[in-house]
């Protein structure tokens, strides 16, 4: 993967070539993958279910400072790492862009000037290179990008995933034409929970490495937070959705009480109680709904799956009841274009159409939506 800071350097030559080229299967097809959904620059090579290459360029040290992303800021940046990320991305794997077969570009959910720059590099490149479009949805490819890890999904799986912005736990027959939303977070998603128990904290954004850090030194059983939409009759309206909001405000009012106190504030305690509360009700809501609905093996992906205690909780009751889990390495975890280009490179395969030149950004792409 090629991770930097945005600059020039690498491919220098030509973005658009002309040359003669036979047709390509499109289990052999190459597909560019461009995401542009929040703070992070992503270029992607995938052919098949083989990835080429990952390059990023990420703003986040841009927004460090503001405690959050600013969209303004996003959007600026992307505009100015497109091209030179596209270059890197090339260069890195010995490719002329003349060779790619098809492209794939996140039309949302996401931030609406980031993904407008992203879909109006793909459209052009599109133009330019005459080649079939697929704008995808960024939510699924979190799931998707598993297959360039772990190989393509058996017949029917269950996927998890938990981001800054999104909590689902989708149902998955087909990972372009079979998803069901089985549950989603009904207010805070778990990594902005995260972000803002951090904040509260007084750690650096974002706030969820740092708080994962400190609960690794503390103890989870220290505080009984509570666990959202878990009660009886919550479950009966809410099974498979997520809250995280009262959490987040136990979590402000007990750090408060001691505040007012005078008492000494136990953070690796704190954060450990808490994301044990995160990880027990993602676990706990996901595992039953494998076991209702027959699955065999679970998908967790988006960047909250890089949590230590989501992982070593998943993989104990994963094992306890007889279900595979599958989690990609960290580092595609967060926002990458390898995740696009593997869910284009998934609807090349079983020839769905491609997105019309008009294709339109959604900021809240609803997940009955692989494609547009």
Same mark, same amino acid.
């Given at each position: 993967m090629v991770r930097s800071a945005r600059s020039g350097e690498g491919y220098r030559g030509p973005l658009l070539q002309t040359v003669d080229s036979s047709p390509v299967s499109a289990d052999g097809s190459l597909v560019l993958g461009i995401e542009t959904s929040c703070d992070e620059t992503g270029v992607a =090579? /995938?052919?098949g279910t083989e990835l080429l290459v990952d390059a990023i360029a990420s703003s986040v040290d841009e927004h460090a400072r503001f405690g959050g992303i600013i969209p303004e800021i996003a959007s600026r940046a992307h505009l100015?790492?497109?091209?030179?990320?596209?270059?890197? $991305?090339?260069?890195?794997? *010995?490719?002329?862009? $003349?060779?790619?077969? $098809?492209?794939? /570009?996140?039309?949302?959910?996401?931030? /609406?000037?980031?993904?407008?720059?992203?879909?109006?590099?793909?459209?052009? =490149?599109?133009?330019?290179?005459?080649?079939?479009? +697929?704008?995808?949805?960024?939510?699924?490819?979190h799931a998707a990008v598993d297959e360039l890890v772990h190989g393509e999904f058996p017949a029917r799986v269950m996927a998890l995933v938990v981001s800054g912005g999104h909590s689902s736990l989708l149902l998955v027959d087909d990972i372009v034409t079979g998803i069901t939303e089985l549950g989603q977070t009904l207010d805070d998603a778990a990594g902005e929970a995260f972000d803002k128990v951090g904040r509260l904290l007084g750690l650096p954004y974002p706030g969820g490495p740092h708080i994962d850090r400190l609960a690794r030194g503390g103890n989870p059983e220290a505080i009984r937070f509570p666990r959202g939409l878990s009660r009886?009759?919550?479950?009966?309206?809410?099974? +498979? *959705? &997520?809250? &995280?909001?009262?959490?987040?405000?136990?979590v402000a009012r007990w750090v408060e009480a001691r505040q007012d106190a005078g008492e000494e504030i136990p953070l690796a305690d704190v954060a450990a109680s808490f994301a044990a509360s995160v990880a027990d009700v993602l676990t706990a809501k996901t595992i039953a709904a494998c076991q209702r609905?027959? /699955?065999?093996?679970?998908v967790i992906g988006g960047g909250f799956s890089a949590n230590s205690q989501l992982r070593e909780l998943a993989a104990e009751r994963c094992a306890e009841a007889g279900i595979t889990l599958r989690i990609p390495p960290i580092r595609f975890c967060t926002d990458?274009?390898?995740?696009?280009?593997?869910?284009?490179? !998934? !609807?090349?395969r079983r020839g769905v159409a491609p997105s019309d030149l008009g294709l339109p950004v959604d900021s809240s792409m609803p997940l009955t939506l692989v494609t547009r």
């Open positions: =090579l /995938v052919r100015e790492a497109m091209v030179p990320t596209l270059r890197r $991305a090339l260069a890195q794997a *010995d490719v002329d862009l $003349a060779e790619v077969d $098809a492209i794939a /570009v996140t039309a949302g959910p996401g931030l /609406v000037g980031s993904l407008t720059v992203g879909a109006a590099a793909a459209k052009a =490149l599109s133009v330019g290179l005459d080649i079939p479009l +697929y704008g995808v949805n960024h939510v699924i490819g009886r009759e919550d479950l009966e309206r809410h099974r +498979y *959705d &997520f809250s &995280f909001s009262g959490l987040k405000t136990a609905h027959e /699955v065999d093996t679970l990458n274009g390898a995740m696009i280009a593997a869910l284009g490179a !998934a !609807a090349l």
